[in-house]
């Protein structure tokens, strides 16, 4: 039997006298891009956090790949492969960005390994083919040889989550991966993890560029109010009345 990549089931959370969320469910298919999008306060944080093991829930669990996590750690959850994307703070600042990428395929090859073993057992010619491939894959070729800290703001993006892919990751969640860039990087991006991600690994998505939603989500999760307000394909969530009442037809670029 296929589990789904990620289930969440009744997931409650009270904030004193808020509900945040009531009863939320949420089951990412394997493989595929999940969409979660609401106006704000709609309980989208509080339910990234309840699945990324930062805060308990009042009630409900979590599964990954079918296994229930509702009671580990968030550090075990990233160790089971529930990746969030790598902060820029997280990379060898000193190294390239081709060394950087060697060493998360290295880390992810031997996960026992110290930070210091991984950098003395680093084997170039072991993965040469792999970093090439994501270096290409994330339009970052011409970059190979930077520091991170010298990467145009389109660029770190592409590198952090590209960073977060090469550690193998189970299921990505990507947090507002366009906030902050501009048109072309937003489009640049959007391009990337349609050609790049999509099909290898199933993520969750939260973003608010309802665009980049529609042109990037498999299936479309709508909260309100701490609420599932709507489920299903980007062309049943646009026809949807309710979701047009409740939430798109406030976006501008619908
Ligand atoms: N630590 C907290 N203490 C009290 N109330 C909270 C706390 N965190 C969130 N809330 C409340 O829970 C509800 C859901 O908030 P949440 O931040 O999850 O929404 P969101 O969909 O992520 O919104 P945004 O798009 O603005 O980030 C809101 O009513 C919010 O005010």
Do not use: C, W
Not at 118 to 134: G, M, N
Not at 229 to 253: C, F, H, M, T, W
């Amino acid at each position: 039997m296929t589990h789904p990549a990620l289930d969440m089931r009744g997931i409650t959370v009270r904030f004193g006298g808020i509900l945040a969320l009531n009863e939320v469910n949420l089951s990412l298919a394997p493989g595929s891009v999940h969409a979660l999008i609401g106006p704000n306060g709609a309980g989208k944080t509080t339910l990234v956090s309840v699945l990324s093991g930062e805060r308990r829930p009042n009630q409900g669990t979590v599964s990954l790949n079918g296994r229930d996590i509702s009671g580990l750690s968030a550090l075990r959850r990233a160790r089971l492969g529930l990746t969030r994307t790598y902060q820029l703070t997280a990379l060898f600042q000193g190294l390239s960005l081709r060394e950087n990428l060697l060493l998360s395929l290295v880390a992810r090859d031997q996960p026992s390994l110290s930070a210091l073993d991984i950098f003395r057992r680093r084997d170039k010619a072991r993965h040469a083919a792999e970093v090439e491939d994501f270096l290409n894959r994330f339009a970052l070729r011409d970059k190979a040889g930077e520091k991170p800290a010298s990467l145009s703001h389109g660029d770190r993006r592409r590198l952090e989550i590209a960073m977060a892919l090469a550690s193998g990751p189970e299921v990505l969640l990507l947090d507002e991966p366009l906030a902050g860039l501009s048109t072309s990087d937003a489009e640049a991006l959007v391009r990337t993890i349609n050609e790049g991600i999509r099909g290898r690994i199933p993520i969750l998505l939260i973003e608010h560029d309802m665009d980049a939603v529609f042109q990037l989500s498999d299936e479309i999760t709508v909260m309100v109010n701490g609420t599932v307000l709507a489920n299903g394909k980007p062309d049943e969530i646009r026809a949807s009345p309710e979701v047009q009442a409740a939430y798109l037809s406030e976006e501008d670029d619908f």
